[in-house]
């Protein structure tokens, strides 16, 4: 690892083709085959020698082609190390505040298939909300050093977890940090979508310019997928749920977590009428897709199917609910292309439920606390 002392030394050009050239080292084959193979300490260095030399080059254009040249997947075997050492580098770079990292990462999940985006999220998540307790907190406060990087990690553990199964519901820690972040600026989830130069055609199999439409499924789907989890009921009829606190005492409620995530998705929604009007989008890019909306009310459907529903009445309408609100605004802001009787059809579909007739109502009123029942 004598790069350390050509980083201190060499011009910008050879620096950056240094770092290159030992970055690239262990992923020209697969771990397993990779003669060379680092030790952890070798390892450490060699990510600490990418974290200082991302945060010394002041060429953002520079940063980024290394940063690509490094880590865009190459779809052989070596994407296993690739991915495995880019979870590393970015995880010890929220523990440090690298920024410069953090936004080159940022990047890197906007232009890469989302199959790669949500292995770079789990990574994150095993490290700062599963692994060590109280480590979320150094997670979390990378929201006011990169806001950018934030979005993309909203949308993609969106993606990861959506709630088919147990495994795939959202961790407390996870789901209260992000919870915070849009309560504290909802712009936030809109930080990609307004920062980047869009066509009414967006690729597919990458994250979305938002994470709304995961969000939405998270609140939608969340009533459905708890009831799923719980134990059975206790003789008297009740459930017994588990309600954590977290250092200071007070109480994170996941149900109640939901309800707060699903009325700032809301308030989003709500925005979206003047900004997709200010890029020349409105009634041209949906960013909520009624594609995947389909999908959405087929897993509503097997949930409740799954449920026995005289014994998930109130979780079934508290989702149904949701998802009617959430079409309705969505629908009015422009955010959701589609016509009434597409979203008829759609609706009908549905289990019997007093929201089927939601979203037909006439545009909702200015949102405020209240103005949503069931929410």
């Given at each position: 690892l004598e790069v350390a002392s050509i980083c201190q030394t060499a011009d910008p050009l050879a620096i950056s083709g240094s770092v290159l050239a030992l970055g690239r080292a262990p992923l020209q084959q697969p771990r397993s085959t990779f003669s060379g193979r680092l030790n952890s300490l070798q390892e450490l260095q060699l990510l600490e020698i990418m974290c200082n030399y991302f945060q010394e080059q002041t060429k953002d254009s520079v940063r980024q082609i290394i940063f690509s040249s490094l880590f865009s997947p190459q779809g052989n075997k070596a994407d296993d190390s690739r991915m495995s050492l880019l979870g590393k580098l970015v995880s010890m770079a929220v523990a440090v505040c690298r920024i410069p990292v953090l936004e080159c990462a940022a990047s890197w999940l906007q232009r890469t298939p989302v199959v790669y985006c949500v292995r770079l999220a789990r990574a994150l998540v095993d490290d700062y909300c599963c692994l060590v307790p109280g480590s979320v907190q150094t997670l979390k406060q990378i929201f006011s050093a990169s806001p950018r990087f934030c979005c993309q990690f909203i949308t993609s553990v969106t993606a990861l977890y959506d709630l088919s199964s147990d495994d795939?519901?959202?961790?407390?820690?996870?789901?209260?940090?992000?919870?915070?972040?849009?309560?504290?600026?909802?712009?936030?989830?809109?930080?990609?979508?307004?920062?980047?130069?869009?066509?009414?055609?967006?690729?597919?199999?990458?994250?979305?310019?938002?994470?709304?439409?995961?969000?939405?499924?998270?609140?939608v789907k969340a009533p459905l997928a708890y009831k799923r989890k719980k134990k059975p009921s206790l003789s008297n009829g009740h459930v017994a749920t588990k309600v954590t606190k977290d250092s200071g005492g007070m109480d994170r409620d996941p149900h109640l977590l939901y309800s707060k995530l699903h009325l700032n998705v809301l308030q989003v929604l709500m925005m979206l009428q003047v900004h997709l009007t200010e890029k020349n989008l409105y009634g041209r890019l949906g960013l909520v897709l009624f594609d995947h909306m389909v999908p959405l009310v087929e897993e509503i459907n097997r949930l409740a199917d799954e449920l026995n529903p005289l014994n998930a009445s109130q979780e079934i309408e508290l989702s149904l609910d949701r998802l009617a609100q959430a079409l309705q605004v969505a629908m009015a802001s422009g955010a959701l292309l589609c016509t009434r009787d597409d979203l008829r059809t759609l609706c009908s579909r549905l289990p019997h439920n007093k929201a089927h007739t939601v979203p037909f109502l006439p545009p909702p009123p200015p949102l405020g606390v209240g103005k949503f029942p069931g929410i």
């Open positions: 795939l519901i959202p961790p407390l820690d996870l789901l209260e940090m992000i919870v915070s972040w849009i309560f504290e600026d909802p712009r936030l989830i809109l930080i990609t979508f307004l920062n980047t130069p869009i066509a009414a055609n967006l690729p597919i199999g990458f994250l979305e310019l938002t994470p709304l439409t995961g969000l939405i499924r998270w609140c």
